[in-house]
């Protein structure tokens, strides 16, 4: 037998699995590491630029919100940082039209006291950021209005107009920020999110005011380049946004250039209307946009200028990498980009659950051998190791004190032996071996065989109850060995399916956005999960208009047509957010539907009936139909049926195979009770679409299918569950046809006609002569037919469930559109 260590890991059988896992983890997280580290310095000296920028930066010559905002929230986001940030802060106040470097270092270091109260007291949140960056600015300036000046309601005004600014800059920049601090998780940016960014480097472009090269200022060519880099990435709409934004800001940086908020949204605009024309089409656009009002806003000098301008901003746009275009592109929703990066990190998540799921499959499966290498040890030593502890019990109890010890078990050892082991076969074979039994032979080998054979008969009993509990034991890890198995398969499964939903289809994504969109509806997004025949699965947000049912009338149709087999709507979920949208699953249409009558009674008119029925469809395009019968009636039995059907119908829905689904029911019942307790079960799988159905009989009466007048009995023999350990399953397939009628029942219905008649002639022949074509009729009718064959005494529990196989016939007929052709079908990948 194979021993573990307990107290050394690497000595069980999962060892080299889990040894594996953690050296590939290991790896995985150092590269991980080496990579974020050198990102992480690209994006320090970018935060540290940008640090100098703001700090140089001014509104109306007199006001510097940008400082402390960007300074409180680079603590939060790099606090890594903030010395170096802080340093670059002061060095770029240092140069700025109006040196207020005193003001700045005052903030900041009001801020940080605080900072750090409210972090002794352990209330230090990011939300508390622009209340103290308010407090801070409000405190600092107007003490040196106080100092300086004389305290006007002008210069109070200019103060609480400055620290408001910059309690909202630390909102805007707590949004921004962490696009460069590699704090987000995902690529998708809202438009509020957007905006924010857009703040900021048009915050920090202000810090180049009075930067110029030959004439031409150096600020209005970084918000020209930035138009067009959001331009090219998010059409007119951004262009414009971005356009009257960094006018917007750069304007209050200098009051003489109030007209480029106008001259840059108007750009933008004409910019970003151009993007089907690539790079070269938005730099057209933006050269036409800029030129057009300068000739109406300045005079010959400022025109030419503004040329340079542009045509500086279209050189550095023209040598942007493409890499960086798709980098800002992915930030920006509604993009192929954006919507590209979306699917990359959901394929990256899937192909991660998949393979935790796989190696979690492989634990369950080692787990699985080695119970089974423990219960397949070498039962013959064991059965020798037995009998040995059994001699030696008897031999230290009777023989220990005896005055003929070492003759018999020195001088004599193997007669002595064979003596007590033809003792051990006779009280196997005779439990009730008397004294008066015993030998002659025996008697004049041994002195002591009345004390021997009682001492014997003791230990013989322990060896009895030894065994009966270690065959239990091997038994529960025979057991277990096969459900850890299944669990183990059910997850590979699970691995295998994330997988396959993995494939890239956004090709026919765009196919079917394209056939809906002309049909007029509005659809915000498609999400292909599956396109396999016969399990297609599709999801689709769009804009819900009560009443209309476009769903079912439209959408459905035509995806049947495009498909080539019948789709139907399988969900509908309105989006909490509102705005009318909402969610929907559509997925392959079962070629046949069960409908399903049931009809019952309890024993003698009781209330509650020891039977349990269940009509359900299982999520993997079977229907089940199960029916079973507890022992005896009443409560505990219902209880007990009911039961066995949840917990059988929990392991089917999960994927496990039908056999060891009925097996851990049937061990479960074993447990849950000392007493004998059993229960009958009857189910039978439906293909919904190809109509082939497997039949469960676990003690259960014949079932019968009703085909035209032909009655066609399906029996088999299996005992109930609850009573042996280990159970053989017999499956039953057969093939129903549409306007079949499957009629199953307890054997409180089955026995009606009594042990004198043929009871499976009598119900063929009673089922023959039923009326209706309907299941609840059917179901009705017999339980009727068979109380008046009791005469109206309800001698046991009876219960009837009838279903009818038909082709399912969509709500809505599939039509096609004009020029419309089929999807192709990607080949699915093992």
């Not at 796989?358 to 020798?384: A, C, H, P, W, Y």
Request: net charge negative; hydrophobic share 45%; with cysteine.
């Amino acid at each position: 037998m194979q021993k573990w260590n307990l107290f050394n890991p690497a000595s069980t059988p999962l060892a080299g699995t889990a040894m594996r896992m953690k050296n590939g983890t290991k790896q995985a997280l150092a590269e991980n590491r080496l990579v974020q580290s050198l990102v992480a310095k690209k994006w320090a000296i970018l935060l540290l630029a940008m640090a100098f920028l703001l700090g140089k930066a001014m509104i109306l010559q007199q006001l510097t919100p940008f400082a402390i905002a960007y300074f409180a929230v680079v603590y939060f986001a790099r606090k890594d940082l903030i010395r170096w940030v802080a340093l670059a802060l002061v060095a770029g106040s240092l140069f700025s039209v109006e040196i207020k470097t005193g003001y700045i270092v005052t903030e900041m270091i009001v801020f940080l006291l605080l900072q750090k109260g409210l972090e002794k007291y352990e209330h230090s949140e990011v939300s508390y950021a622009p209340f103290l960056v308010f407090i801070s600015a409000f405190t600092v300036q107007l003490f040196g209005y106080m100092v300086d000046t004389e305290l006007t309601w002008y210069t109070l005004m200019l103060t609480a107009v400055e620290a408001g600014l910059s309690f909202v800059l630390t909102l805007v920049f707590t949004q921004a920020i962490p696009v460069f601090t590699l704090t987000r998780k995902n690529y998708s940016l809202k438009n509020e999110e957007i905006i924010c960014l857009i703040i900021l480097l048009a915050s920090v472009m202000t810090g180049m005011v009075g930067w110029m090269v030959q004439d031409v200022s150096l600020e209005h060519v970084m918000s020209r380049y930035l138009i067009l880099l959001f331009a090219i990435v998010g059409g007119a709409p951004l262009g414009a946004s971005v356009g009257v934004i960094t006018g917007l800001i750069l304007s209050l940086a200098d009051v003489n250039a109030i007209y480029q908020m106008s001259l840059l949204a108007f750009a933008g605009m004409l910019a970003g209307l151009l993007k089907e024309a690539n790079r070269m089409g938005v730099a057209l656009g933006m050269l036409l946009g800029s030129s057009i009002l300068s000739v109406y806003i300045g005079n010959q000098t400022e025109v030419l200028h503004s040329t340079w301008e542009s045509v500086a901003a279209v050189l550095l746009f023209l040598l942007t990498p493409k890499s960086a275009l798709r980098t800002i592109a992915k930030y920006v929703p509604g993009t192929q980009e954006n919507l590209k990066s979306q699917h990359e990190y959901a394929k990256r998540v899937r192909d991660i659950t998949a393979g935790r799921v796989e190696q979690f499959s492989e634990v369950f499966r080692q787990l699985s051998r080695s119970f089974k290498q423990i219960t397949q040890s070498d039962e013959k030593e064991q059965k020798d190791e037995e009998i040995g502890h059994f001699m030696n019990a008897v031999s230290h109890q009777t023989c220990a004190n005896c005055y003929k010890r070492k003759q018999c078990w020195d001088a004599r050892f193997y007669d002595t032996y064979s003596y007590m082991t033809e003792m051990m076969s006779a009280i196997e074979a005779k439990p009730a071996f008397s004294r008066k039994q015993i030998p002659a032979e025996w008697k004049k080998v041994c002195v002591r065989t009345d004390q021997v054979l009682e001492v014997m008969k003791h230990q013989y009993e322990r060896y009895n109850t030894d065994r009966h509990w270690k065959k239990q034991i091997q038994e529960s890890r025979q057991l277990v060995a096969e459900q850890l198995t299944g669990v183990s398969q059910v997850m590979e499964d699970l691995a295998k399916e994330i997988k396959r939903e993995g494939h890239e289809l956004f090709l026919q994504e765009e196919q079917i956005r394209q056939a809906l969109e002309e049909l007029g509806l509005s659809i915000q997004s498609i999400d292909i999960i599956s396109l396999d025949e016969g399990n297609v699965e599709i999801e689709i947000v769009h804009r819900y208009t009560k009443g209309f049912d476009e769903c079912r009338k439209i959408i459905a149709p035509l995806l049947s047509d495009i498909l080539g087999e019948q789709v139907a709507v399988r969900h509908e979920e309105s989006l909490p957010r509102g705005e009318g949208y909402s969610t929907v699953v559509f997925g392959s249409a079962k070629e046949y539907e069960v409908e399903t009558g049931i009809a019952g009674v309890a024993k003698n008119g009781d209330l509650l009936s020891g039977d349990s029925f269940s009509t359900v469809e299982l999520g993997n395009g079977k229907f089940a139909v199960a029916i079973s019968d507890g022992m005896g009636n009443g409560e505990r039995a219902r209880a007990e049926s009911r039961s066995a059907l949840d917990i059988l119908q929990q392991l089917l829905q999960s994927g496990m195979e039908e056999k060891l689904a009925i097996k851990s029911v049937n061990s479960v019942l074993m447990l849950r009770s000392s007493d004998e307790m059993f229960a009958t079960v009857d189910v039978a799988l439906i293909d919904l679409y190809s109509a082939n159905t497997t039949f469960m009989k676990i003690g259960s009466t014949p079932s019968f299918i009703k085909r035209g007048t032909e009655v066609i009995p399906i029996s088999a023999n299996n005992l109930p569950i609850g009573i042996l350990k280990d159970i053989d399953v017999d499956l039953v397939s057969m093939q129903l046809r549409p306007g079949d009628l499957l009629i199953m029942m307890t054997d409180g219905v089955f026995d009606a006609p009594g042990h004198a008649v043929n009871k499976e002639l009598w119900m063929r022949r009673v089922i023959q002569e039923l009326e209706a074509d309907d299941p609840q009729g059917v179901a009705d009718q017999l339980l009727e037919r068979v109380i008046r064959q009791y005469r109206g005494d309800l001698l046991d529990d009876m219960t009837v469930v009838v279903a009818r196989i038909d082709k399912f016939q969509p709500e809505w007929a599939t039509f096609r559109m004009p020029g419309l052709t089929r999807i192709e079908r990607p080949r699915t990948v093992s």
